[in-house]
């Protein structure tokens, strides 16, 4: 009877600090902010062309887990580098951009996370070309102006983080930031920095 009891009391304490355990990692209803660098890969630039060129920028996050495993989040950012498209004198700039998703998180150690998020962003830029008569830049010629033409588009974006102290995350990740369906420029994003949770 004694070994029965005292088996009873070992897993009912088990089972009472794994309770515990999950409530204090638990992640539900809590807020926070992230500050990012970003870059921009331009991809399939130009008629024909197919160029591909980077630029940089930064990003502010905003956002709130809405349980455990889900979470909304707001951003904001804009270029500080523009990208200086390859065999012509055409730059693309990415002057600021908003975007709103809705993701999943998943723990994949105590300290770590993987995401995947999907949602819509606005982007505002503008496409210049120092030398427009220069034969080069014929394939380029109508990004020049605002860019990208289509300025809504829909966004995802996949990640990693990592816990270096508590409710501090390291964040890396990557994703498409738009598509624009007048030129068929794709532009992908990568990013990495911190985020806060409180």
């Known amino acids: 009877m ?41 991809r399939s630039v130009g008629e024909d062309a197919n160029e591909s060129a980077w630029g940089t920028g930064g990003t502010l ?19 500080f580098k523009d990208a200086d498209v390859p065999r012509s004198d055409l730059t693309l700039a990415v002057d600021y951009y908003a975007s709103w998703y809705m993701g999943l998180h998943y723990p994949i150690t105590d300290y770590a996370n993987l995401y995947g998020q999907f949602g819509f962003s606005y982007i505002h830029g ?40 508590d409710d501090t995350y390291l964040v890396f990740e990557g994703g498409k930031l738009f598509k624009d369906t007048g030129s068929d420029v794709n532009t992908f994003q990568f990013s990495g920095g911190v985020r806060y949770e409180f």
């Open 126 to 165: 503008e496409g210049d070309i120092s030398d427009p008569d220069n034969n080069r830049n014929k394939p380029f010629l109508d990004l020049e102006g605002e860019f990208p033409e289509s300025g809504f588009s829909v966004s995802w974006l996949a990640g990693l983080d990592f816990e270096v102290m």
């Open 61 to 79: 996050v905003v956002g709130g887990h809405l349980n455990d495993l889900f979470h909304a989040e707001l951003r904001a950012g804009g270029g």
């Open 2 to 42: 004694n070994k029965v009891v005292r088996t009873l009391l070992t897993t009912a304490l088990i089972l009472a600090s794994q309770a515990t355990l999950a409530e204090e990692a638990s992640r539900s209803d809590k807020h926070y902010i992230g500050l990012m660098v970003t870059s921009f890969n331009h």
